[in-house]
């Protein structure tokens, strides 16, 4: 009885819609390379429906990554509808571009969130949305992002759309933040953590009032069972100096509105101390990578696992530095070793050279091959992208004879 319990729970997970979100503290991390490689990994191995919105509106944009085909109704170059003009609309034109509902018969097919999506050519499950390019959008939406720390404009508009895409039968939402932890990236971050927490709390038997997104999630599902898992994932070069930088303002973000206890829960026996819930509790997780590992001498292939524990010793090494915003650095670390320990190193090899496009061919490969196991220690892009499928536990693996195998 228990058996078939833990199966339906493990059905149940595999079912429910992810959300990943993805910051950083700079640009030039590779932050946009990791997003192609969870949605190769959502759509080619577990065979998922993903939809990866550009999010960061300062100017990049994936539409030229993945490309998509050409309507015969089109001109000559590509024609796209940014998500600019989706964020930015006026209240009625947004909502009757992010139905919650299925849209009525009879309805104007011209409206709904089809227009600001495309299908990529390279993978068929892959739908991308892209940000706009242009200098003018670009100086039209910057003065909005810096102000959402007070407006909550975008993260509203955002928790619309991301429902809006799981209506429309997407099961993998992944959002490619701005460089920067204010505005817009710390308002999705909020959002997720929210999404989160609320799960905890709610399993712990405080019975909060449900966010907004689960609300709107709640009223379009059948099954009451489903829920939105959030992953929030902090990328940071492996560069000492870059994640010195980006740890700090993390647990500085994490010491206000008292999240830090909110992710620890007391025992119920009194006198026992607080501990911290385990990833199998948490409805998501947070993670970090810390990508481009470089070698530590000239030729010298690296073992992740020993990058892993340089970094830790590192942060270490920082405990005894009187800096207010690490004054939580112990649960930084904590939460880090815990993933080490779960799933191996959290740190990716460095690549020098290669194409983001050349990562979902990659991730095709390894699916086709997949019976053939891939060496642990494998190099190169493949090596890269095997770390990024580890740290996220997208895929289900084992290790066998030194080798990855698939279940």
């Not at 990049?60 to 490309?67: A, P």
């Not at 979902?360 to 493949?382: F, M």
Request: proline share 4%; charged share 30%; net charge neutral.
């Amino acid at each position: 009885m228990e058996e078939n319990l833990e199966e339906k729970k493990h059905s149940i997970r595999k079912t429910n819609p992810k959300i990943y979100s993805i910051h950083s503290q700079k640009g030039g991390v590779g932050k946009t390379s990791i997003a192609i490689a969870i949605a190769g990994f959502e759509a080619i191995f577990n065979h998922k429906k993903v939809l990866l919105i550009d999010a960061d509106l300062t100017g990049t944009s994936i539409k030229d990554i993945l490309r998509r085909e050409k309507k015969k109704s089109e001109k000559n170059p590509l024609t796209y509808t940014f998500n600019n003009k989706l964020i930015l609309a006026a209240p009625d034109t947004f909502e009757k571009n992010t139905p919650i509902f299925a849209p009525k018969k009879g309805a104007d097919s011209s409206f709904g969130l089809s227009k600001f999506y495309n299908k990529s050519e390279i993978e068929p499950k892959i739908y991308f949305s892209p940000s706009s390019p242009l200098y003018e959008d670009i100086l039209e939406i910057i003065p909005l992002i810096s102000q959402e720390d007070y407006l909550h404009f975008f993260r509203h508009r955002f928790e619309d759309i991301i429902v809006a895409a799981m209506n429309e039968g997407f099961e993998i939402i992944i959002i490619d933040l701005p460089p920067g932890f204010y505005g817009l990236s710390k308002n999705i971050c909020d959002m997720m953590f929210d999404q989160i927490i609320n799960k905890i709390e709610k399993d712990d038997d405080r019975n909060p009032e449900p966010t907004r997104m689960d609300k709107l999630f709640n009223s379009v599902q059948s099954n009451s069972e489903k829920t939105i898992e959030s992953h929030v994932i902090f990328v940071t070069t492996a560069d000492r100096t870059d994640y010195n930088a980006c740890i700090p303002l993390f647990c500085s973000y994490m010491q206000k509105g008292n999240r830090n206890e909110k992710f620890r829960y007391k025992k119920l026996k009194k006198n026992e101390k607080n501990d911290r819930f385990t990833y199998t509790k948490l409805n998501g997780s947070v993670d970090f990578i810390f990508n481009k590992m470089k070698p530590t001498r000239k030729g010298e292939i690296v073992d992740e696992l020993f990058a892993m524990k340089r970094i830790l010793d590192n942060l270490s090494k920082d405990l005894d530095k009187s800096n207010d915003d690490i004054k939580n650095l112990p649960d930084v670390i904590q939460l880090l070793e815990q993933r080490n320990r779960e799933l191996g190193a959290v740190s990716c090899k460095n690549i020098d050279d290669f194409s983001m496009k050349e990562i979902l061919s990659v991730i095709r490969k390894i699916y086709e091959t997949r019976n053939n196991g891939i060496n642990v220690y494998e190099d190169g892009i493949i090596g890269w992208c095997m770390s990024i499928a580890r740290t996220l536990n997208i895929t289900d693996l084992v290790v066998e004879n030194g080798k990855y195998k698939f279940k």
